[in-house]
């Protein structure tokens, strides 16, 4: 049994149909994804269309990442919608082929807002961005949940690894640091998708091209 952390996929939907096919997931894995599903890339619909299909085979656990939570502001306030826009936001509703998003099916609201905001093993900590180093997990403020950059962070006081994404690594390399793992590999910039397997630090990656590697964590 594999637990399974999939970096920020922003749409890149050719890439996780790849990395899926070539990790292989199994019913019996906890696959963890760590948000940004949308933005940016070709397919944020279809993105989406997958991890809903995998949920009804797979354990999958599905974070939100700062691109889900400024779509849902984009829908209450002009200027966070311009915000959103500015950010990736029309590839979205192009993928939808939607002019607005109140013509979004409430499916996809339904899955966003059933999104987590960390999920924590024996010896990590997965959340999309970042921790407060002295707050209680259950007490992390959003800002540092979705927002924070892996290097403005510091280790965590329960002494467990943070595996995040949401700093894209445009050398298409996972960054480790002591207290923390980076996962973000550029997948919507001409990089890679990344799966990290927490036990054995092995790690896959695929790419919009459908080509795909593989490598240890150094």
């Not at 070539?22 to 933005?39: E, K, R, S």
């Not at 550029?186 to 080509?211: I, M, P, V």
């Amino acid at each position: 049994m594999r637990t399974l952390v999939i970096g920020d996929i922003h749409g890149s939907l050719s890439a996780l149909k790849a990395l899926g096919e070539y990790v292989d997931f199994a019913p019996d894995d906890t696959i963890v994804t760590l948000g940004d599903y949308i933005d940016r890339g070709p397919n944020s619909k279809g993105v989406l269309d997958y991890l809903i299909e995998l949920r009804k085979s797979h354990q999958l656990i599905t974070l939100k990442g700062n691109h889900e939570v400024m779509m849902v502001n984009a829908r209450d306030s002009e200027q966070e919608r311009y915000f959103w826009l500015l950010n990736g936001g029309e590839a979205t509703l192009d993928s939808f082929r939607a002019a607005n998003l109140k013509y979004i099916d409430p499916v996809y609201w339904d899955f966003i807002a059933s999104c987590g905001r960390y999920y924590e093993t024996g010896h990590h900590i997965i959340a999309h961005a970042g921790l407060e180093p002295e707050t209680d997990l259950a007490l992390q403020d959003d800002r540092n949940l979705y927002w924070r950059r892996i290097l403005e962070t510091e280790p965590h006081k329960s002494g467990k690894t943070l595996v995040c994404g949401h700093t894209p690594q445009k050398n298409g390399v996972p960054l480790v640091l002591d207290h923390a793992i980076c996962i973000d590999t550029f997948a919507c910039g001409g990089g890679w998708l990344t799966c990290l397997d927490l036990n054995t630090h092995q790690y896959w990656q695929a790419n919009q091209k459908g080509e795909t590697r593989k490598n240890t964590l150094d």
